[in-house]
């Protein structure tokens, strides 16, 4: 049983690592523990521990029902999941469906068999306690941080995750996604459902960022949920539309209360709470420990009222992470909080004001000392880096604890109170610092000056001695000495701490003549009275010295390990005989007492040794940390041990009394209370200080047995088996460790423990502060204090002789005479042959034969043991190097040492050797490795192909190049081989690198234009060119080029093109195309490119043609005119031009592209202008206005007309040339040609007639609409058509497109037949399933009424006379065809008689209206001109 205790503390970055019963049990993760803690509004107590996870408590739940209100759950980052019966203590299940670690943990509030974890992966899986069934979910690929089940429905859980996510899952549906609220932009810490059902409870409507808004009532059923996140907001979410209603922005708070660490960085946690029966109150953590309590119902900026305000100090001093509340039996309602200062708080709800505080430790508890001075004042060193002092005589407050932080940067190993001044404190650190403390004021502590290089392990008050003694005779003073782990005690001047500490190994050398070096000491202890001062040593010797000239009294040599504690029996109150008992401790498990009464009052002339001692208290089953005799009794000691136990010994009577076994792990430090005569404290591994009293204890001695795990484990397997029946074992308690043999073990703690320390503090980010294990050397002390690194031992190579020499001592004696009489005697024992039987481990101390004879046997003893490496090795020291090799080749177990000795063994067998060790490598896929050797052997050849492979082509290449000529076709095929793989895997450029190094520059630029974008296009052209690919380099130039004008990139692509000088009648082309746009786009019918460069020549720049304008650019820019010669001649552009290919002309085509094939034909007819080829010229131009034409753009067909003729005359091409065309030669092409540019120019003027008919106002575009620009439009009317419309009126042309009509006409109705057939065969119009009056019934009808008129046959019929018709018309009608002839003859007719049209031609298109206008819409369009 146990009195009070200081638990460890809670684990930090846990959304829910605590939470308290409505029984009023608190259960708090700590490291990988879970502690219980009973709690009442006035005071706690620690009740126990649930021991069984590995890792650290990462989620502790308890069960809110009352039946099962014992019942919790805990989570681990080890990955599993445990029910606990916090009543016995036990372990109930264990599940682990976790692969990666927890991160929160809950018990649903609605089901009492529902608990729901997640984990860093972002699976969600839900435990049923009743049936022990399993449920995955994987709702969202992110990492969890928290999540809570709604208290209303068990279906719903929120979950929150690491990038400021919050999901609100149905696990019914198996995890399907209700809500993804979205709002936080960092870390979900914590989130909280409203404790009441509905979202009426809020007054305001709409959303908020400075925290004023809510929700209006008469929303639909749900309930609201608040979160907390990194990003330093609340806010409050509805969950039945989704989205949030409120944000509540932290109070931005200046830090109160006492003054804290500046070294610890701080951080963020917002934690929130929503109380029970609290619909609009809500609880959250503040910056820097402030708890507030928000009134989500009141308006105003602040909502917010602070808890611990009635008082200085009552809040915390770091960031909180949990909080929980509960109702208690009185009725009061209380909150407990945890947080980053190592402090459990519990706050009355209602006065917001604290009721009390449990300190915990974060770390292991290296030292205790209650002081001699101040009653029940209790200092405590601990490995988190504070001293704390306890007030344990406190009748207001029973945890009244202050801490200490200022001048100690790591581990306090060491604390030492003054034996006479008040309050004064020293202390020892783990990297070396000494220093003194004033506990009763604020100042920081004295330092010395004199550091230690390594952990100090023991601090004592002492009289002085030389040279701080002289001169100080007659005073009452005192020396601090410090023992630390390099084996040296310093003797410190507490007035003067700034001065030289002196070791007081001198003046023991000067004083007792000591030559030798002497053995490191690791503790000492002065006698109450300060006569004399016992120093233990590294060796088990324990030397006593007299003050104050540390003359040697005698040396103690029973020990034979590390000394690890002395303590003197205290001289007050007890028989003179006792006042000389000195308890020792060591690495071995028994305690010493020895009585040295007669050696203090009589010294003898020379130093005693002493061997025997006067008590033995035998029953630890480890290594002795701690002794401390009873200050109230005659004779009474406690000893605490590795074995997790502590015990107190009657000594006289050598007899125990009472064993404590409240830890769960080694004890580091025991002392007894000065207050109370049954009170003992202890601390330890576990983190937690202990105070029991020794009357109430169950057991009498330790338990037995080498291990205190095994114990422990077996304890733990009968409770589980009594509370679960059948379930299966759980998992070992996390106790002490075992008891080591080997000075080495002895002077180190494990890995381990040092990591947990740092660990344990924190669960999903690192801790604040980091401790780093220190080496240990032989000099260091055990103590077992800070922990330091524990080395393992290695396999012997002589195991069977090694063996020999752990005999009884009887027999390793006769082995000593044996020996003596094998080398000595002429008659050796008979049956003794040494390194042979029972007598193998002479051999190393006999003859080389015997030698040889204890290898064979160690030998066959390791091929047994399967230690064929150790085989190895005793076959090289015995010389048979060969056969050592052989061994290794076929065990696979070569090195690159046995490698390394091979060729002592001649070049035959290292090359074997080499090329057995090559297959190991590769086998292992060291692969560079492998080829490395290979060279050393000469194999070029093989170790470049092992290196292709297996795909190393780069250290291949290198490796090629290095040794063999530049011209080895190897190279060449390691090259293309590469790049082949580089190629297929995406990696272009490299690939390329490889085709050049190979010399194939076209695959180079082929490869580097496969990924067909404008700067690799040109990177393959300039590569080919320069590569003398020139037909290449063109064709990838000319691509590239066409990409770059696609985007309106003019200056690119002409800059592409003029590194290619064949390539000039292209640039020609795109000179022409850029020049083209930018006057279609000055005329407005071309919307401006975006991201567009352009020359500055590509404007008309005042020109009135726009084939003047190319021409001069060509001259001035590209050098072309009539007179140039070679490849820059005009017929050689026009025959590389002619090459250039365009697509069947479509509507679907872009209208940039259309330009781009347009242009083509332009640059033609340009072309063929200098060359006065006026055939090709108007067929160049014909096709540039075809494409145009057929693109569907009227305004820029007519722009593009107006441009090239602007007179609207194709014979005029130029008047600033003289260029009249001779139709003749292209008369089809000329006549269509100039059909088009009327066809642009009659709906010029039927528009200018329609504006002056009709009113200024019917002006849509940007001409003037006042009346003097009527009336210039009405003169511009009245001056008649400025063209010769006869062009339009062509009557084989109207035939023409009369007879094509007709042929479309008849088709469509062919295709309306068959398809109403089809139907009507496919039963689609069968009248049991057609209902009246349908479309299906109404086309059946329209198809027989039809077939009275005319049939299929008879349609077939008129479509053969048509295409008859439409064969025998001329090739050059069909062609070249000229616009619709019907349309111009009725927009001809309906100008104005002002526009001066001719009645000739009135008549003739009223004739072709009348002869060829058949169709409805015109004879409808025509009855006003033909009646």
Known sequence: MRERSLPASPNWYSSRCSDVSSSGLLGVGAKNVIYLIEVSAASCRVTGELVGHRDLVSGFSFCQHPEQSHICVSSSTDGSVRFWDSNNKTLIRKNAPHQSPISAVHWSPADKNLVVSGDEKGVVVCHWFHTDDTAIFFPEPRTIFCLTCSPHSWKSVAVGYKDGMIVLIDISKKGEVIHRLRGHDNEIHSLAWSPLIGEDTLYTTSEDHDATNGVSAGEESGCFLASGSKDQTVRIWSTAKGKGVMTLKLPFLKRRGSAVDPGVKERIWLNVHWPKGRATQLVSSCFSGELAMWDLAKTGKQKWSLFGTSSEGQNHSRIVFNMSSVQLQDGREILISTSMDREIKCWDMDSLSCCWTLPTLGGHVYTLSFSPVGVGCLALGVGDNLIRVWNTLSTQNQYDVRSFWQGIKSKVTALSWHPKKEGSLAFGTDDGKVGIYDVFSNKPPQISSSYHRKTVYTLAWGPPVPPLSFGAEGKQSYSLYSCAGEGIILQHEPARLNGEASDIDKLIRDTNNIQHKLSPHTDLSWKPDGKVVAIGNEDGSIDVYQAPSLLLLCSIQQHHKIINTLRWHHDHGAAPELHCLLASGSSNAIVYIHDLRSVIENPPESPAVLTEPYRRLCGHTAKITSVAWSPHHSGRLVTASYDGTAQVWDVLEE????????????????????????????????????????????????????????????????????????????????????????????????????????????????????????????????????????????????????????????????????????????????????????YIHLGLFHDREALHRMFEAEEESHVEAGHYDSVVYLRLWSGDLQGALQLATERGELSDHLLSIAPMAGFEVWSRTVEAFVKQLCLQEQFLKAASHLLSINKLYEAVDLLRSNKLYREAIALVKARLPADQPLLKDLYTCWAAVLEKDGHLSAAAKCYLGAGCSFDAAKVIARKNDAPSLRTAADLARISGEEVLGQTLALRCAKDLAAAQDWVGAQEVLSSQSPLLAHRLHLCVAELLAAALEDSGVLAPASCVSTHPWANLNGYNTFQDRARDIWEEEFNVCLNSAGDRSISALLEELKSVETPARSASIPLRQVLLYSSVHLTRSLLSWLLSDDRRLLTELWQAAAWIGDSGHFEVSATFCRLLFPEGDVRIFSRKHSTTLHLSEAEAEAGSLQAVVCYHRLYECWWRDSVVQNGPSFCINDEPNDQAGAAELKERCSQGLDFEPSALLSEPHAACQATQRSVRETQERLSTMVLQHSRVQDGRTDSGNQQEGSPSQTATSDVEQGSEEETFLSLSSKMSKLQQTLENIPNTIKMFPRPDVVECCLVLLHLDKSSSVSDVLRQQAKDLLQKYGTSLPVLKASRGFLT
């Open 655 to 838: 007899a125990a009394v009472s064993n404590y076994r409240g830890h769960t792990g080694y004890l580091l430090c025991v002392d007894w209370s000065p207050a109370d005569p049954d009170v003992i404290w202890t601390g330890g591994k576990d983190f937690t200080v202990q105070e029991w009293k020794v009357s109430q204890q169950e057991f009498t001695k330790p338990p037995k047995g080498k291990k205190m795990v095994m114990m422990q484990e077996k304890k733990q397997k009968k409770k589980n088996k009594m509370a679960s029946g059948s379930v299966g074992p759980a998992e070992p308690k996390i106790n002490g460790e075992p008891a080591t043999e080997g000075k080495q073990a002895e002077q180190a703690l494990s890995e381990e423990d040092e990591e947990e320390e740092v660990r344990s503090t924190n669960s999903l980010e690192s801790p604040a502060v980091i401790e780093v294990p220190r080496k240990s050397t032989p000099a260091a002390k055990l103590k077992d204090k800070p922990d330091l690194m524990k080395k393992k031992k290695p396999r012997s190579m002589l195991p069977l002789s090694t063996s020999m020499d752990h005999r009884p001592k009887e027999e390793l004696l006769q082995d000593c005479l044996t020996l003596a009489s094998v080398k000595h005697s002429s008659a050796p024992p008979a049956g003794c042959v040494p390194g042979q039987g029972d």
